[in-house]
């Protein structure tokens, strides 16, 4: 099993930043890749970033140049550093965490809001 805890999100007004941390704990060394996705209200969850074991990164189209992922494997701790925020970037925003023998763990989620 993998736990894992969301923090950093908040209210801030559009143009400003938020940098999210998701720690995970119990069997970390079966993680592979972990990524932050969101949910906003009446959507659907979509994907807003990931990253490999090795480093290798992929964002949504909707966040590219404005959202960095990183992680750091002695902490087993994700990050997602969000500048420019807009406000249709206001949603729920879950850290996720898929092991070798692709199971996939969720926290609980953190909300971000962005104000015009």
């Known amino acids: 099993q993998v736990q894992l805890v969301e923090s950093g999100g908040g209210l801030v007004q559009a143009g400003g930043s938020l940098r999210l941390s998701c720690a995970a704990s119990?069997?970390?060394?079966?993680?592979?890749?972990m990524g932050w996705s969101r949910q906003a209200p009446r959507k659907q969850r979509e994907l807003v970033a990931a990253?490999?074991?090795?480093?290798?990164?992929n964002y949504a189209d909707s966040v590219k140049g404005r959202f960095t992922i990183s992680r750091d494997d002695a902490k087993n701790t994700v990050y997602l550093q969000m500048n420019s925020l807009k406000p249709e970037d206001t949603a729920v925003y879950y850290c996720?965490?898929?092991?070798?023998?692709?199971?996939?763990?969720w926290g609980q989620g953190t909300q971000v809001t962005i104000s015009s």
């Open positions: 990253i490999s074991s090795g480093g290798s990164t």
């Open positions: 119990g069997k970390t060394f079966s993680i592979n890749a």
């Open positions: 996720n965490a898929e092991t070798y023998n692709r199971q996939r763990y």
